[in-house]
């Protein structure tokens, strides 16, 4: 390129001499045609000849320098074609090296791709370590595998072996609201392919697949991929993921490094699951500890845990156990330490017995303590080749029970005799020993009935006591009395005589009059029959029957007077309660004599009437004194009781014959004209005219009598009262004769 710059410049300077010498020679023809000066001319020419030689000198020296530049153009020529080459050899090889530097920009990029996704990968699988907590541990894992995945819907399926069933466990995206409802039976569905393989599956067009399941919440999924999750190279569930948008799939790198993650996934959730299971393991082991711990504590057991040589290796004392003393310390002490010798010895022997045959052992004793005699039962369990589990309990209650009952199954609980169980076994007894003699005293109580009836059952219950206790008296042992049923009691007489037998039925008679003295408001009246075989061999049957009849036959004679003097021994304690002793029963017998006269009844009606009046309130013989003798006005509770005593007298007047035709008025001397009486709720002259009568009388006496609640009224005022319950409580026709007969007597 330089040769030819030198080429062009001396072509100019040649260009420039021809022009300067064609100008000289135009100028010098000129200058001779025009001038005639010689001295111009010849100015003219030595300038001409200078130019001419200076033109010359200059021709030849740049001739000579274009020599040069020729040769140094060439020079220069081939020294560019040299480096024309080698700038061609240096843009190939740069050419070269750029394509290697972008691969390494590539394979750089790679790299640090491959050292986020490990870093990511470590770091995740740490945190997926360390978390023990299973619903943790998967929700961290759906979120990291869904970032890794490039999609927000994810969601895994762990396997339920028990119910074969692949559960959705956690899910984000779509089916986020499915998590802990949503199952799939094994080899349904891409689950169950994954479950069936056990290889990653993708499908890149979930909505035409053939097996898709029919869920409504998977219709807008457009590619899905199932990557299992194993342990021990058995699925134990499947994460997935789904791309809603048309046209996305997921790559091959994508899936390599999603199996990457599932591998550290299901380590991470088998540690979890594991740790999970000896987590409730442990939970068992401590709530199981702590029932045992409670249940030590309840028990009321003494637990020792002995050799064979009788050391005391462990113990639990129950707090409070009164059997025995625990000693200060346990382990090594011998049974000889916490227990007398005699029963240490015993517990010994039933120790080496137990290791010897490997079964259980019983043992009971009695220990003394605090001068208190109680029972153990301790029982032997071999639990090691040298050691038994001693459990030793009170059995002083069981054994006291035992008694109780084994006492009850012979005895009457209320009166403490003998029962007609072991009255019969007596009497088998005899039969089969061949007794040569035996006697038989039969006794009822008369009256029983009527007085649990009037008096209540707690007073014939004092009865049945009173007449228990004078025939031990009379008979005691070894006679044999017991009580063989309701109101019957029956004594066995031992080596019988016929004095023996008078005197005995003498005793029990004279023991019960000398009880009548000191008990009038409670009579005791007995019927007793005997019999007796003092020679030969006893035929039981016949003398319990032939002590029967007598029995009968002395109660049939006196039934009438015992239900007499039951009634009047009643009536005598009626007179000394309540307010009779005021006059109240003779006031009223004078008030409904008068009525009664005043109406023109006869003379028998007016006799019964008087009865009435006596005894209409028999019955409140069997209130209690806390309702009868009350200061205040009766709480309806009270007043329910009270009303019973209508019926009451209704029982006892029908037990005695004197009172007997008296007894329907007895139970209806409380009824309203209105029908808001009691007991039966009669109305108006369904009520009998006495009991109507008398309810004025009673009336009217009551209110003109002081009584511990209120003051008495004045006639006027009581009558007042008896016109406002006119029609009310007491039978308008018979207010006016009863007002007409006050005022007559005034």
Known sequence: MKGNKYSLKISLFYLIFGILWIAFSDSLVWALSVSKDTAALVSLLKGGLYVGVTTIFLYFLSHRYIKELTHTNQRLRQSFDELTATHETLAVTEEELRQQYEQLL?????????????????????????????????????????????????????????????????????????????????????????????????????????????????????????????????????FGFAFTEPGRRFDDSTVELLERFASLASVAINNAQLHTRLKQDLDALTKQEQT???????????????????????????????????????CGESIYDILPADIAQNLLNCIQIGNRSGMIQLLEYQALRNNQLYYCEARFVKIGDDEMLVIIRDITYKKKMEQQLDYLSLHDPLTSVYNRTHFEEQLRKIQRKHKKSMGIIMCDVDGLKLINDTLGHHAGDQLLQVVAKILQACAPPPHVVARIGGDEFAVIVQKPTPQLMTDLDAAVKAAVQEYNKT?????????????ADYGKEADVQTLFKEADYNMYREKMHQGLSTRSAIVQAMMQALEARDYITEGHADRLQSLVERLARKLAL?????????????????????????????????????????????????????????????????????????????????????????????????AFDAMTTNRPYRLALDQQAAIEELLRCSGLQFDPAL???????LQEAE
């Open 106 to 238: 590539i394979s750089q990029e790679k790299i640090n791709t491959q050292n986020a996704i490990l870093s990511t990968l470590q770091k995740t699988s740490a945190s997926l370590i360390n978390q023990l907590d299973l619903d943790t541990l998967l929700d961290t894992i759906i979120h990291n595998a869904c970032q890794l995945a490039g999609t927000p819907h994810g969601f895994i399926f762990l396997l339920d072996k028990e119910q074969q069933l692949m559960n959705l466990t956690v899910a984000f995206g779509l089916s986020e609201d499915h998590a802990g409802t949503f199952s799939i039976a094994p080899g349904l569905g891409q689950v169950g392919e994954v479950l069936r393989t056990g290889q990653t599956s993708i499908v890149e067009d979930y909505s035409t697949w053939e097996h898709r399941l029919d869920a409504p919440h998977l219709d807008i999924v457009k590619s899905m991929l199932q990557v299992p999750l194993k342990s021990k190279e058995e699925v134990i569930g499947t």
């Open 292 to 330: 045992i711990r409670i249940l030590l504590q309840a028990l009321p057991d003494l637990l020792l845990r002995i050799n064979n040589q009788g050391l005391l290796l462990d113990s639990h004392f129950p707090e409070n156990f009164a059997l025995h003393a625990p000693p200060k310390e346990l």
């Open 519 to 531: 008990n009038l408001h409670l009579p005791l009246s007995l019927s007793l029959g005997w019999a």
């Open 602 to 698: 006869s003379s028998h009606r007016i006799a019964d009437l008087r009865l009435l009046a006596k005894f209409h309130d028999i019955g409140k013989v069997g209130i209690p004194d806390r309702i009868l003798f009350k200061n205040d006005r009766l709480t309806p509770e009270e007043y329910t009781v009270m009303q019973r005593h209508c019926e009451i007298g209704f029982r006892i007047a029908q037990s005695a014959p004197d009172l007997a035709p008296i007894a329907e008025w007895i139970l209806k001397h409380h009824e309203w004209w209105n029908g808001k009486g009691y007991p039966l709720g009669l109305s108006g002259e369904d009520i009998p005219l006495e009991c109507r009568m008398l309810a004025i009388a009673d």
């Open 735 to 741: 207010i006016s004769p009863f007002t007409e007969m």
